[in-house]
């Protein structure tokens, strides 16, 4: 009986760590995506000085994930609605993102090659 209920508890653990997953995708499923679903909040968690140099994907909001108040930014954002966040090339965005989760966001997707991979691609960014 045991071995049976630490089954149980094994398994509701994957079962939660799969739930509270991001979910990595790349340029073509992040534009994708925008196109299916135009609500989908798009979140550049670059800082100021990176959205100066290289501009932003269309349509991004601007959250730098290292200012002092980046919490009560992303707070402001519909949990209701998923979100895509982006770095510059994928070293900030997916903490960002475990963070959304952890905040109660359902649908959570870190564009994992960010602005450098987007660039890389020829796509258009805007100031």
């Not at 979140?43 to 730098?64: C, F, L, S, Y």
Request: charged fraction near 20%.
């Amino acid at each position: 009986m045991q071995n049976r209920s630490l089954l149980w508890v094994v398994a509701l653990l994957f079962l939660s760590a799969a739930v509270s997953a991001q979910t990595q995708i790349d340029a073509a499923q992040t534009t994708a995506f925008r196109l299916k679903d135009p609500s989908i909040q798009l979140v550049d968690v670059r800082t100021p000085a990176e959205w100066q140099q290289t501009g932003v994907i269309e349509g991004a909001r601007k959250m730098n994930y290292n200012s002092p108040d980046f919490q009560q930014q992303v707070a402001q954002l519909d949990k209701t609605k998923p979100v895509i966040v982006y770095c510059a090339a994928g070293g900030r965005s997916p903490k960002a993102a475990k963070l959304l989760l952890k905040m109660g966001f359902q649908n959570v997707y870190d564009y994992a090659g960010g602005m450098n991979d987007w660039k890389a691609r020829g796509n258009k960014t805007v100031q």
